[in-house]
C-alpha cells in the first residue's frame, strides 16, 4: 500500500465510497444522522463475513479434535466483570477538551504546531457570559479571524441557545501566549486546550431487572473471553475431553470507544472470533514427560508433543493464526509485534500482536497471549468454585517422584517466583500447597489465547483486495476500473452467471438451468443486463473470481463437440477456458473452499 499519506487518505476513502455504493459497509442509522462508531453490514458484507466466520469457524473447530464450540449470551452477571477486573481496570486514559468538553484517547492525540491565544472569557447580548478561561491552538495557515470566528462557533455550540448567535459572541481579553511546535496539550479538532489525563471505564453499562438501580447494572459483555473461563468447567464436565483443549467462540462485544475512527476499524459495537486453549502447567509437563521442551528457532511446529509448555503452545498457535491469514489472501500484508516485558500485564507470559497492513497504517489484527492461569483462578476466588480439573496420569506419574526430585520441583518455582519483575511473587506456603494439589494430580489449567476481531478482519481483506487499473477504450478514453481482487474462499458472490445475449431465449433457459445448478452449492448471481464486458466489470468490482458465459457454443451452434459447454472466466488472470456443464460444479467447488 501506498507510503505517500494524501494517496493512502485517498485509497481509504474510495474504499469506503466502494462499500456503501456496493452494498458492503453502511453507516448505521444514517437516515438520522448516522450513530457514530456503529456499522450495518449489507447483502455483500453480510455476505463477506459469514464466509470469514465460517472459514474461521470450520479451521479452528471442525478441522479439530481438540476445539468445542461456545456461543454465550450477552448479558452476563456483573460479578464476572469484578473477578476479571473489567469494573476496576478496564479503562483507557481520556483528556478532556476544555472549550467543548470533548474527549479524546490520551495516546491518540497527533502532535501539532500553532500559536496559542488565551482569553479571560466571552460573552453576548443576550446577557449569556462565560467566566472562565478559554485557550486554544491556531491551526496552521489558519488567519486570526477564521480563528476567532471558529472559536465563537464552537463555544456556542457547547453553551446552546443562551449565547444567541456566533457571531454576535464577545471573546474577553484576547492574549498571544506562545508558538509551539509538536504539542499533545490540544484536542486534533477543536484545538482547545486538554484536561490532565483521566482513566474512563470502556465498558457499556445497561439494567438487568425492574427497578433499573445500581442493584440491578449489569454490563454489555466487552469481550467474549470471559463467558468461555465462566462455562470451563461445564463444557469439560460434559464433553469428555482431557486437556490440552480449546473452546472457541464468536460473537458481539461493546465498548464505549470516545473516539472510534478509520472506518470499522475501531467502533463501539463489533464481532470478536476467540479460542481459550487450555494447557497443562509446565510443571505438571516435567512430570509426565521428563522435561518440558525448548522453543528454538526452526522447531518443528506442525504436530504438537506431549512435551510441550507454554512457550512452544504460543508459538504454534501464532503459526496456526498465520496459516490461516495466508488462506484467506492476507499472507503477504502480516508483521508481528512481541509484546516486550514492559508492555506485557503482569499475568501474561508472552503476548504477540499480528498486524496488518491498511491504508490508514499498520495495525493490530489479532492478539496471540500467553495469559497463565489468571482467568480461571480469579473466577476460582470469586465465584468460589473450583475451576480445577483432575489429572490420572499426572498422579501416576508425581507418585513416582523421590521427595528430592518433588523439593527440586518446588525450589524452582520459588527462583521463578522470586525473579518476578511484575505482579506480586507468591509466597512460598502458597508454592508449596500449590505443589501438594499439583502432585494429587490437581491443577487449574494455563490459557493460550488467540483473539481475533472479525470486522478487522472483513476490512483486512477489502482494503487489500481493492485494486484499480486504467483501460483505454477504443476512441482513446481513458476508465478507472475498480477490481476487488477478494480470495475465492471469503467473496461475497462466487459466480456471475450470464448469458451472452438477453433476447435469445435458448440462451436465457440455458443461462437459468445453470444458474439454478450452481445456486444450490454456491452463492450465485445472475445478470442478463448490459455487454457482457460491463457485467463481467461489475462483477469485478464486488470481488467475484468467476463468471460462467452462456453462449452460442453451449447450444452446439459451433458443433457437436461444444454442446453443452461454458465460458468459465478466471477474475484475477482474465483466462477463459470451455467446461462442461456436467463438469462445472465439480471444477468450481474445490476453487471456493
Known amino acids: 500500500m501506498s507510503s505517500d499519506p494524501k494517496a493512502s487518505i485517498a485509497q481509504m476513502e474510495k474504499i469506503v465510497s466502494l462499500c456503501k455504493r456496493r452494498g458492503f459497509i453502511f453507516q448505521s442509522s444514517e437516515i438520522y444522522g448516522g450513530c457514530g462508531g456503529v456499522w450495518d453490514y449489507g447483502p455483500l458484507g453480510a455476505e463477506l463475513k459469514r464466509n470469514l466466520r465460517t472459514a474461521w469457524w470450520n479451521t479452528m473447530t471442525r478441522e479439530r479434535e481438540d476445539v468445542l464450540g461456545l456461543d454465550a449470551s450477552i448479558l452476563m452477571n456483573p460479578a464476572i466483570w469484578k473477578a476479571s477486573g473489567h469494573v476496576d481496570t478496564f479503562a483507557d486514559l481520556m483528556r478532556e477538551c476544555s472549550l467543548t468538553n470533548k474527549r479524546v484517547r490520551a495516546d491518540h492525540v497527533d502532535p501539532q504546531s500553532g500559536t496559542v491565544l488565551k482569553y479571560s472569557g466571552a460573552q453576548s447580548p443576550t446577557g449569556w457570559r462565560w467566566d472562565r478561561t478559554i485557550t486554544a491552538l491556531t491551526k496552521s495557515g489558519e488567519h486570526i479571524e477564521s480563528f476567532r470566528k471558529r472559536i465563537r462557533a464552537l463555544i456556542a455550540q457547547n453553551a446552546g441557545e443562551s449565547a444567541g448567535k456566533p457571531e454576535e459572541i464577545e471573546l474577553l481579553g ?11 496539550d490540544f484536542h486534533p479538532e477543536t484545538g482547545g486546550m486538554l484536561g490532565e489525563a483521566r482513566p474512563f471505564n470502556l465498558m457499556l453499562k445497561t439494567y438487568l431487572g425492574p427497578t433499573a438501580t445500581e442493584d440491578d447494572v449489569t454490563y454489555l459483555r466487552p469481550e467474549t473471553a470471559q463467558a ?136 493490530e489484527l489479532e492478539g496471540i497471549a ?24 499426572l498422579k501416576t506419574a508425581a507418585a513416582k517422584l523421590s521427595d528430592e526430585q518433588k523439593e527440586s520441583l518446588i525450589q524452582k518455582r520459588l527462583a521463578a517466583e522470586a525473579a518476578k519483575v511484575k505482579g506480586e511473587p507468591m509466597p512460598e506456603a502458597a508454592v508449596r500447597a500449590w505443589f501438594e494439589r499439583l502432585f494429587k494430580g490437581s491443577y487449574v489449567p494455563h490459557v493460550i489465547e488467540p483473539s481475533a476481531g472479525l470486522d478487522r478482519m472483513a476490512l483486512a481483506v477489502i482494503a487489500k483486495a481493492f485494486s484499480e487499473t486504467e483501460k483505454v477504450d477504443e476512441k482513446g478514453k481513458k476508465e478507472v476500473i475498480t477490481v476487488l481482487r477478494l480470495h475465492p474462499r471469503v467473496a461475497p458472490i462466487k459466480v456471475g452467471v450470464f448469458p451472452l445475449l438477453k433476447n435469445k431465449p435458448e440462451l436465457v433457459a440455458k443461462a437459468r438451468e445453470v444458474y439454478a ?16 464486458g460491463r457485467r463481467y466489470a461489475r462483477q469485478d468490482e464486488v470481488g467475484t473470481p468467476f463468471g460462467v458465459t452462456i453462449d452460442f457454443e453451449t447450444c452446439g451452434e459451433k458443433g457437436p463437440e461444444l454442446l453443452d459447454t461454458v465460458t468459465l472466466r478466471h477474475r484475477d488472470s482474465g483466462e477463459q477456458e470451455r467446461v462442461k456443464i456436467s463438469e462445472l460444479l465439480g471444477k468450481l467447488l474445490p476453487l471456493v473452499s
Request: glycine share 6%; aromatic share 14%.
Open 174 to 184: 484576547e492574549e498571544k501566549i506562545d508558538a509551539v511546535n509538536g504539542s499533545v
Open 517 to 532: 445448478l450452481l445456486k444450490k452449492h454456491l452463492n450465485c448471481f445472475y445478470d442478463e443486463t448490459a455487454s457482457i
Open 228 to 363: 468461555i473461563f465462566a462455562q470451563f468447567k461445564n463444557v469439560f464436565d460434559s464433553s469428555r475431553v482431557k486437556v490440552p483443549f480449546g473452546i472457541g467462540q464468536i460473537g458481539k462485544a461493546f465498548r464505549n470507544e470516545v473516539t472510534p475512527k478509520n472506518f470499522t476499524f475501531r467502533s463501539r459495537e463489533f464481532e470478536q472470533m476467540e479460542l481459550e486453549f487450555f494447557i497443562k502447567p509446565d510443571e505438571a509437563v516435567e512430570i509426565i514427560s521428563g522435561e518440558v521442551a525448548a522453543w528454538h528457532e526452526g522447531a518443528d511446529l506442525s504436530e504438537p508433543q506431549p512435551n510441550w509448555g507454554w512457550e512452544l503452545w504460543h508459538r504454534y498457535w501464532v503459526d496456526q493464526r498465520t496459516k490461516f491469514y495466508q488462506g484467506i489472501g492476507l499472507g503477504d500484508v502480516l508483521e508481528y509485534y512481541w509484546q516486550t516485558p514492559a508492555d506485557l500485564a503482569h499475568y501474561a507470559r508472552a503476548c504477540v500482536d499480528i498486524l496488518c497492513e491498511f491504508p490508514f497504517g499498520t495495525e
Open 370 to 393: 500467553a495469559r497463565g492461569d489468571f482467568d480461571l483462578s480469579a473466577h476460582q476466588t470469586a465465584s468460589t468454585k473450583s475451576q480445577e480439573i483432575f489429572d490420572e496420569e
